[in-house]
Nanobody, 127 residues
Framework: QVQLVESGGGLVQAGGSLRLSCAAS????????MGWFRQAPGNEREFVAA????????HYADSVKGRFTISRDSAKNTVALQMNSLKPEDTAVYYC????????????????????WGQGTQVTVSS
């Protein structure tokens, strides 16, 4: 059973930074890609960023390009999201996700592409 556990959320003022981390555990964890989604109250879940495990190719939502950076540590099975220049509209619950294989009909920007989801961590940006 694969588990994804997020950490690093919290309260920060606009313009500040936070770093989210996601640790993957499981007997034989491996994945094609991992990433982050977020969901604000009253909104649909939306894609934030993704990274392919082997090549390290990254993908970002337009709303976070230039401000957020996703990275992975293959040895530790962790993925991180460095969030800079945070805005109040970044306030949401952030979910770590993992896609096991490079198969399927969904892009990495789509929630349906992912096999595993974490429980989420709250990020609140005050104005």
């Amino acid at each position: 059973q694969v588990q994804l556990v997020e950490s690093g959320g919290g309260l920060v003022q606009a313009g500040g930074s936070l770093r989210l981390s996601c640790a993957a555990s499981g007997r034989t964890f491996s994945s094609y890609a991992m990433g982050w989604f977020r969901q604000a109250p009253g909104n649909e879940r939306e894609f934030v960023a993704a990274i392919t495990w082997s090549a390290g190719n990254t993908h970002y939502a337009d709303s976070v390009k230039g401000r957020f950076t996703i990275s992975r540590d293959s040895a530790k099975n962790t993925v991180a999201l460095q969030m800079n220049s945070l805005k109040p509209e970044d306030t949401a619950v952030y979910y770590c996700v993992a896609k096991k294989y490079n198969t399927g009909n969904y892009y990495l920007t789509e929630a349906a592409a992912y096999d595993y989801w974490g429980q989420g961590t709250q990020v609140t940006v005050s104005s």
